[in-house]
């Protein structure tokens, strides 16, 4: 048989039919939907009389409108209500698993499908939510889907696809202390740009990714999507088998055995073929933190902020002095000197347990900056119980951070956790789009400890110097 990359073998499993064009109906393993993409979906099933051909296989979930404060008082803005209120409506008509805003296990859907043990290696899953992506690091071909598409896959458990290229991201070498792994996917995007994995799949591969824990693997493929890749995936090991183990729904018994067994094969092959390669050395990424509005733009905390008339390109010196003038910051001006107003952590990309850690543990014994207002918003109920079990929550409250309700808040602002115009904020989120956090709010992205840095100094700062 000819080798074959991950990509090549989860693809190849779940095709239902092929064109002659290359065309294929895909089979769906999984499904998570929230309350923002999935109303119109609905609609759809019941405008045309269909169910959904198999519940129990997709997983619902309200994380984007949620209030992260004063729960007790429900969610005042009608929108975002309306829609939450939808999502329960919908689930429970069609019989869909559904966790309510006051469940233990709400939070990020890409946070709860791994805490649940509803991701898995070698399946499909799906979402309409761009960082789906995220869930590749556990070897799940994951991917964010459109609303009409969220309705076919409800109907149907399948979806009409093109095959994507390969690409591998090899990680050469060692990375130096105190770097983590949202400098690491920072600077790939840096290098090959927001649109560098256009058309492709992208496999992570190298000691860096084989050291990094799961929820770091997490960060890594979570921001895939921002180089353009479909997704990101990483070949599940012992720590990914160790991670599921036990979790509510992984298999159990002999089911759990045969499993692992047939994990154990989701590894590219020697020789395999891969349309795109790249070598990242290690031991060059610095911290990173972004200067403009596409996570693109991005330097070394050690840097200065580009100078838009030494970029050759026409198309990309505009967006550069656009950015700049949006982010209000001049050619030139060091990093470490931009004050900031706001910090913010949490997000799929970084709301998980060992982030908060990591963010505790610059901040512990340490007061944030008289003039920053701050918050950590946990990425689910599971894991804001745990923070607290460890005492973190005591260590962010005492440092003069907010402590707050899980969901997706100030990563996208759907929800009342908004920038005012020009505010200035350290951001742990993967995206810096102009207006993402707030109209006129202007978004630096860095890792948790960076963000904790900054909060600190009240500037953008190297943790290392902490």
């Known amino acids: 048989m000819k080798p074959q990359t991950i990509f090549d073998k989860i693809w190849s499993s779940h095709i239902v039919d092929q064109n002659p064009s290359g065309e294929c109906l895909l089979y769906i393993d999984r499904h998570l939907i929230h309350e923002v993409t999935s109303p119109q979906a609905f609609e759809g099933l019941k405008n045309n009389k269909r169910k959904v051909r198999k519940p129990l296989m997709t997983l619902a979930v309200p994380d984007h409108n949620v209030p992260t404060t004063e729960r007790r008082f429900g969610i005042t803005d009608n929108e975002s209500r309306i829609q939450v209120e939808k999502l329960i409506e919908n689930c429970r008509e069609f019989g869909i698993p559904f966790f309510p805003i006051e469940d233990l296990r709400q939070g990020i859907v890409h946070i709860i499908g791994p805490e649940q043990g509803f991701t898995l290696p070698g399946t499909t899953l799906v979402c309409g939510d761009s960082h789906t992506s995220t869930h590749g690091a556990f070897g799940s071909l994951a991917f964010g889907i459109g609303t009409s ?15 994507a290229k390969n690409y591998l991201i090899n990680f050469v070498g060692e990375l130096k202390k105190g770097i983590t792994a949202k400098d690491v996917i920072l600077h790939l995007i840096g290098k090959i740009g927001t649109a560098g994995g256009t058309g492709f799949v992208f496999e992570y591969a190298g000691k860096v990714i084989e050291n990094f824990s799961m929820e770091e693997r997490m960060t890594i493929c979570n921001m895939s999507i921002e180089a353009g890749a479909r997704a990101g995936l990483i070949a599940p090991d012992n720590k990914t088998f160790e991670y599921l183990k036990d979790k509510p729904l992984s298999p159990k018994g002999e089911e759990w055995d045969k499993a ?10 020697k020789n395999a073929h891969f349309d795109k390669k790249i070598d990242i050395i290690a031991s060059s990424i610095e911290p990173q933190v972004t200067w403009g509005t596409s996570p ?8 200065s902020v580009p100078d838009p008339a030494k970029i050759k390109s026409t198309d990309k010196r505009q967006s550069a002095e656009r950015a700049l003038d949006y982010m209000g910051l001049e ?20 709301g998980r347990i060992e982030d908060l850690r990591k963010a505790a543990e610059i901040l512990n014994g340490r007061k944030i900056n008289k003039k920053v207002r701050a918050f950590v918003v946990p990425g689910s109920g599971l894991v804001k119980k745990q923070a607290e079990e460890e005492g973190l929550d005591k260590i962010f409250v005492s440092s003069g951070f907010e402590w707050r309700e899980p969901g997706c808040s100030m990563c996208l602002a759907m929800n009342a956790d908004k920038l005012q115009p020009h505010e200035r904020c350290a951001s742990t989120s993967n995206r810096n789009f102009e207006g993402r956090q707030g109209r006129g709010g202007r978004t630096h992205l860095l890792s948790p400890e960076m963000a904790a840095a900054a909060a600190i100094k009240g500037k953008l700062f190297d943790v290392r110097k902490l």
Do not use: R
């Open 149 to 163: 598409e969220v309705e076919h896959v409800l109907s149907t458990q399948t979806l009409i696809l093109k095959p």
């Open 260 to 269: 692992v067994e047939y994990w154990k094969t989701l590894k590219s092959d």
């Open 296 to 303: 693109e733009d991005v330097v070394s905390i050690t840097a």
């Open 331 to 350: 050619p030139g001006q060091k990093m470490c000197n931009i004050d900031i107003n706001t910090v913010f952590i949490g997000s799929c990309t970084n």
